[in-house]
């Protein structure tokens, strides 16, 4: 039996564990950048739902012949838009993180199956 090939045997049967170890570690110093955003976007949209009802209120209010009325559009308008763009980078966000986790779940399973095969082989 060769020592230093039996070191290298479990050197490389070990490497992809360590590095399944050191990911879940880096994971753990920071948030990913997709929880970041998404709190920022769900913060930004309960920012805008309180200005649409604003625009709501101050509509309700005013006479629609004035030219407030026209300005209240305008920005009842852009606040709508404001919201869908919010709507949409909350779905990519999802999306995103859905892919993420797809993604560490095959990189686990081929660990797995790798990790598997080589003790079906030494046995």
Same mark, same amino acid.
């Given at each position: 039996?060769?020592?230093?090939?039996?070191?290298?045997?479990?050197?490389?049967?070990?490497?992809?564990?360590?590095?399944?170890?050191?990911?879940?570690?880096?994971?753990?110093?920071?948030?990913?950048?997709?929880?970041?955003?998404?709190?920022?976007?769900?913060?930004?949209?309960?920012?805008?739902?309180?200005?649409?009802?604003?625009?709501?209120?101050?509509?309700?209010?005013?006479?629609?012949?004035?030219?407030?009325?026209?300005?209240?559009?305008?920005?009842?308008?852009?606040?709508?838009?404001?919201?869908?763009?919010?709507?949409? /980078?909350?779905?990519?966000?999802?999306?995103?993180? /859905?892919?993420?986790?797809?993604?560490?779940? /095959?990189?686990?399973?081929?660990?797995?199956?790798?990790?598997?095969?080589?003790?079906?082989?030494?046995?």
């Amino acid at each position: 039996m060769n020592p230093s090939r039996d070191a290298a045997d479990v050197a490389s049967a070990q490497r992809p564990a360590v590095a399944a170890m050191g990911s879940q570690i880096s994971q753990r110093r920071s948030p990913p950048v997709s929880l970041v955003a998404l709190k920022a976007a769900t913060d930004l949209n309960d920012i805008l739902n309180a200005l649409n009802l604003r625009v709501a209120l101050l509509r309700h209010r005013s006479n629609s012949a004035a030219p407030t009325g026209t300005d209240m559009e305008r920005v009842a308008g852009l606040v709508d838009k404001a919201v869908e763009c919010d709507r949409n /980078l909350q779905d990519y966000i999802r999306a995103e993180e /859905l892919v993420g986790a797809i993604r560490t779940a /095959l990189y686990e399973q081929q660990i797995e199956d790798r990790v598997r095969v080589r003790k079906a082989n030494r046995e």
